[in-house]
């Protein structure tokens, strides 16, 4: 990405002190269930190999299961939008943001265990009544052994936040010998690369929506939603307190997109093709200026 190198303050000791890691991750039961034998039928119907194709059952439908699927991707999109990536399923979230990212993490918390609670109630009703409704509605596709017992259903859904402290290479206690310093450093030179890739991620999201917002009104007559602006307009409301470098390039980025294009009226950058234009050329400009920092 970056082919400039980002000016930083921070270095790896003074991220363990400006920064932590949180890790996200929520479970929903999937409530589906591959039926080999239904899947053997249509292969012999169309004289075709079995294992070309399968056949899943849909084995409910529930309006509170959904409501619960919903929030954990709120949920989730609201973790990958306020962190940077660190690792696989763990954000890099700067201790300036940790208890606003607390107090919304928990608020959803509580909504998808709401929705858990009445699908675990609502099923532990239909186990009570033999799954009456979900054996009429697969017909001879039932099969109550693909229900789990409704003591077990409830475990199948949550939300969890792991927040632990980025490991300081200089606190390694491992006895290795004289071997332990080249490890020391090796593991503080992979907290630099890891926090130079985490911070190309504040100028993808901006490289992406500012494309979004030169591509649309670039075109004379395209029509676009109020969102195509207010989205860049929350970007940049969220990446100050995660440029946790102190790169003074994307704090210019940031403020340059902050004057030129997160505008105030959307109804007249639709209306006024001379404005309209005059946006689309500040994109085009800020485009160019990140050609040394996104390809």
């Known amino acids: 990405m970056p082919a400039k190198k980002q000016a930083t303050s921070t270095q790896g000791g ?3 002190t400006k920064a932590m890691l949180v890790k996200f991750s929520s479970s929903c039961w999937g409530a589906k269930k591959n ?12 004289k075709s190999d079995a294992n070309m194709g ?27 939008a306020n962190t940077l990536p660190w690792d696989e399923g763990t954000g890099l979230l700067p201790a300036s943001k ?18 858990a609670e009445a699908f675990a109630t609502e099923y532990r009703k239909q186990w009570s009544n033999g799954l009456s409704e979900y054996r009429k509605a697969l ?9 789990p017992e409704p003591n077990h259903i409830r475990a199948k859904f949550g ?3 792991r ?16 071997g332990g310093e080249k490890v020391r450093q090796q593991m503080l030179e992979d907290m630099k690369v890891d926090l130079q890739e985490a911070m190309k991620e504040p100028y993808r999201r901006l490289f992406k929506a500012i494309s979004k917002i030169h591509d649309r009104i670039s075109e ?35 403020d340059a997109v902050k004057k030129e294009l997160c505008v105030h009226d959307v109804d007249a950058l639709r209306k006024d093709k001379k404005y309209r234009s005059e946006v689309a050329k500040s994109a085009a400009e800020i485009l160019k200026g990140m050609q040394g920092y996104v390809t």
Do not use: C
Not at 54 to 79: D, I, N, P
């Open 163 to 178: 927040v632990s402290a980025i490991t300081n290479p200089n606190d390694f206690r491992v006895q290795l010998g004289s």
């Open 14 to 16: 003074d991220l363990l």
């Open 98 to 115: 940790f208890w606003k990212y607390n107090e919304e993490m928990e608020r959803l918390k509580r909504e998808a265990e709401t929705h």
């Open 139 to 147: 017909g001879d596709l039932f099969d109550k052994e693909d229900y």
């Open 220 to 254: 004379a007559d395209a029509k676009f939603r109020d969102s195509l602006i207010d989205n860049a307009k929350e970007l940049v409301e969220i990446l100050p307190e995660l440029n946790v470098t102190n790169d003074p390039e994307l704090t210019k980025l940031i």
């Open 159 to 161: 939300i969890k936040i």
């Open 54 to 80: 399968k056949f899943t059952k849909v084995l409910l439908a529930s309006e509170h299961r959904e409501a619960y699927k919903k929030v954990a991707r709120e949920a989730y999109s609201y973790h990958r």
């Open 35 to 46: 039926d080999r034998e239904v899947a053997q039928e249509v292969a012999e119907k169309h």
